[in-house]
């Protein structure tokens, strides 16, 4: 950059030592920059016609792009995109599918911000959307429709730890030309990969166990690059079709990366919810010890869960790795690294004996979030399912007495210990059930 001495001072004080000095740095730098200088006009030329190289952080920055590579790798899939939370992961890849007009198929077993997000978001953008129980593979095929262009799940849900079969609720979409899209936020790709079981698009909130210590937002798409065009294409017009700006298709000019092209270069950056590279380099430093954390967060988790089981405080524990877990045997064969850390304890004194849990831990922290190396619990009944009506909630598995654990990396008899503490002094009322 010219910036010397002869320049004036504000000059100096915008181009002044920008130069990088040449350095190999080992972590992936932080590339906390708007956009990117091109060397001559037909590098600018070729970025803008071909995409080569990086022009505008909305489009694409090194060091989201670092962070895209390493989840693609890790999901086995073809590519991946980052973006700014979670809630943006599930928002770009249904508006990547569905449009004005069509319909999805979706678990009733879902985070509440999705389920906001269908039943008000894209319902007013004409996008209808069709419930079903998780485990009803009949249900799911009945209520596919002509307009359907996602069926939706979650790999392993909140509250009730149900499991998605993957491969036969893929299979139901593919025979019609369907993608599966899943939430695999719980069960991140060490504990499952769903795009090896048939799922076409796997999305994320990378704040929870991808980035792990709970300082940042973001979240990924990720694509499988198994568009077909032949079979397919009769439900995405806007993939086959000449390109509303002019162009080639997506089909003509990426083939099988029709889909995943789609996402990067027209819904992600038009919506508009970028990543900010700080953020990025973060999740990308937490993606580096994430089967650690996972592999210790599911045998914390699976030694709380089979400690509260036997205590007679508690009315129920729903917990994917134990044998009462009506999945017990779907989750043994998706998720052969352990269970995950999520799960719902339901405690016999209601409201009161959940109150006063939530209020005595103390190594366990009180909040909405979950996937943190450190525990966490919140109170989903008077929280995050405090809008859905009774009925809705016992079938979501959150009675008053419910509370919702996050179990993190701290020492196991730490952890017993502290939830001992709280529960020796709960208050127990009679069943759960009575008291309702
Ligand atoms: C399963 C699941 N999906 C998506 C989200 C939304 O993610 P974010 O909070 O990063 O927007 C959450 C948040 O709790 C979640 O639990």
Redesign the pocket.
């Known amino acids: 950059m010219a910036a010397g001495a002869d320049t004036g001072f504000s000059t100096r004080q915008v181009h002044a030592g920008a130069a990088t000095a040449q350095a190999s740095p080992r972590a992936t730098p932080i590339y906390l920059t708007a956009g990117f200088t091109f060397s001559d006009l037909d590098e600018s030329v070729a970025h803008f016609g071909e995409g080569t190289g990086f022009g505008y952080s909305r489009t694409g920055n090194p060091t989201v792009h670092a962070v895209e590579e390493r989840l693609a790798s890790l999901e086995g899939g073809d590519q991946a995109v980052l973006v700014s939370?979670?809630?943006?992961a599930?928002t770009v890849a249904l508006l990547a599918l569905a449009g004005a007009g069509d319909h999805v198929v979706v678990s009733e077993h879902i985070?509440e911000?999705?389920r906001g997000l269908l039943l008000d978001n894209l319902a007013r953008l004409g996008v209808e959307t069709t419930f079903v129980e998780t485990d009803d593979l009949d249900a799911w095929r009945a209520a596919i429709t002509p307009r359907t262009r996602a069926l939706f799940a979650?790999t392993l849900s909140?509250a009730r730890n149900d499991v998605l079969d993957v491969a036969a609720v893929a299979a139901i979409g593919a025979a019609q030309g369907i993608p599966l899209v899943v939430?695999s936020?719980?069960t991140t790709p060490y504990l499952l990969r769903p795009i090896e079981h048939g799922a076409a698009v796997v999305v994320h909130?990378?704040?929870?166990f991808l980035a792990g210590q709970g300082a940042v937002?973001?979240?990924v798409i990720v694509d499988d690059g198994r568009f077909d065009a032949a079979a397919s294409g009769h439900r995405f017009a806007h993939l086959v079709q000449t390109d509303r700006l002019g162009g080639a298709s997506y089909a003509e000019k990426y083939g099988a990366r029709a889909r995943g092209q789609y996402i990067r270069e027209s819904v992600a950056p038009r919506f508009g919810p970028s990543p900010s590279p700080l953020n990025a380099f973060l999740i990308g430093q937490g993606i580096e010890t994430l089967s650690l954390r996972v592999e210790r967060q599911s045998q914390n988790a699976l030694a709380v869960a089979r400690w509260l089981e036997q205590r007679p405080e508690v009315e129920r524990v729903d917990y994917i790795g134990l044998d009462s877990h009506p999945h017990h045997g779907l989750g043994e064969r998706y998720l052969t690294r352990g269970f995950g850390s999520v799960f719902t304890v339901t405690l016999r004194g209601g409201l009161e004996a959940a109150r006063h849990v939530v209020q005595s831990v103390e190594v366990i922290t009180h909040m909405t979030h979950?996937g943190d190396v450190r525990s966490l619990v919140l109170h989903p009944q008077s929280t995050s399912h405090a809008a859905r009506t009774v009925a809705e909630r016992e079938r979501a598995g959150v009675f008053p007495g419910t509370i919702r654990l996050s179990i993190g990396i701290e020492d196991i008899d730490d952890l017993l210990a502290d939830l001992e503490q709280a529960l020796v002094r709960v208050p127990v009322l009679e069943r759960e059930t009575v008291v309702l």
């Open positions: 939370s979670g809630q943006a599930v985070y911000g999705t979650e909140n939430d936020t719980f909130s990378a704040s929870k937002l973001g979240g979950l």
